[in-house]
C-alpha cells in the first residue's frame, strides 16, 4: 500500500511556510491504519520486548496498538504534570523553546527491553529525552520505531538507538 497517497498535506500549518503531513487522513482509512501500525509491529516480533512507550498525544494512537499487536505492555510518556503518581522527567529544546516530558518511576524495572513508537520523527527531541528517561529507569531501549519520518530534518541522526520508519519523505 502506498501510505504516502492518503496522507494529506496541509500548507502553511501550524506556521506560514510549513508543508504539514497529515496521518489522520492514514488513521480513518480502516486498512491503511490496520496495515501501517501491523507492518511497523512485525519487524519486532521475538526481539524481547516487554513494553511500548508512546508520546504524548499521537504516540499513544500508534504505541497502543503496536504494544496489543506485540502482546506486551503500553508506557504513556506525558507533557510535564500529567501523570498522577510519582516521575521522573527529562527537558529537551524545541525551535521555540523547551519542554519536559515524564513517566510513572515503576514504569520499567532493571533491564527491561522496550521499543519507542511515535507517530513522526522530526529533530529527534522527544525521542532523544525517552531515551534518557528508560536509562534513568535501568531500561534498555531496543529501537525507536516511526510511521513518518521526515528525513530534511535529520532527526534519527540525534537518537542513538536502532531507527525504523515506515514512511519517509525528504
Known sequence: M?????IRDVPDYPKPGILFKD???L???PAAFKDSIEELSRRYVGMGI??????????FIVGAVAAYILGVGFVPVRKKGKLPAP???EKYALEYGEAEI??????????????IVD????TGGTCGAIIKLVEKLGGEVAGAAFLVELEFLK???NIDVPVFSLIKFE
Open 2 to 6: 502506498d501510505y504516502k497517497k492518503i
Open 50 to 59: 516487554k513494553k511500548v512507550l508512546g508520546a504524548e498525544s499521537r504516540g
Open 87 to 89: 516521575v521522573i522527567s
Open 155 to 157: 532527526g534519527r541522526g
Open 102 to 115: 515524564e513517566i510513572h518511576q515503576d514504569a520499567i524495572e532493571k533491564g527491561e527491553k522496550v521499543l
Open 27 to 29: 488513521w480513518k482509512d
Open 23 to 25: 496521518i489522520t487522513t
Open 119 to 122: 507517530d513522526l520523527l522530526a
